[in-house]
């Protein structure tokens, strides 16, 4: 189980946290800017005020990141299914009762 998680991480490191980093990022300035519109503020002391307690919206994004990419690593694994066992080199007949070479 825990090879799994690790293998998981390792795949889809770069692939949920890149986009969403990205996509965070880009919300973030956009809605400061927004309320810098807004309100007119020309006191620089106040910046941080307004830019750490907005960034926790970025959690649920990554933890969605997250899950739809284990949702799509079960589906390609469920699709990959199809070929088991049937490669032309590795392929081979089952005796019965024996699991496949792979889940």
Known sequence: MAIQIGSLIKRYTLV???PTFVVSTIYADWSYTQQCK????K?????????????WYAL???FTGIYLGHLLDVKE???MTLFRDKS????RE?????PPSWP
């Not at 807004?38 to 503020?41: F, G, K, S, T």
Request: charge should be positive; glycine fraction near 6%; hydrophobic fraction near 30%.
């Open 94 to 98: 089952l005796p019965p009762g024996e």
């Open 16 to 18: 949920t946290l890149l």
């Open 77 to 79: 694994t469920e699709r």
């Open 38 to 41: 807004r309100r007119n503020e």
């Open 60 to 62: 649920p994004i990554l």
């Open 43 to 55: 006191q620089h002391n106040d910046r941080l005020r307004y830019i750490i307690p907005r960034q």
């Open 88 to 91: 032309a080199l590795y392929g």
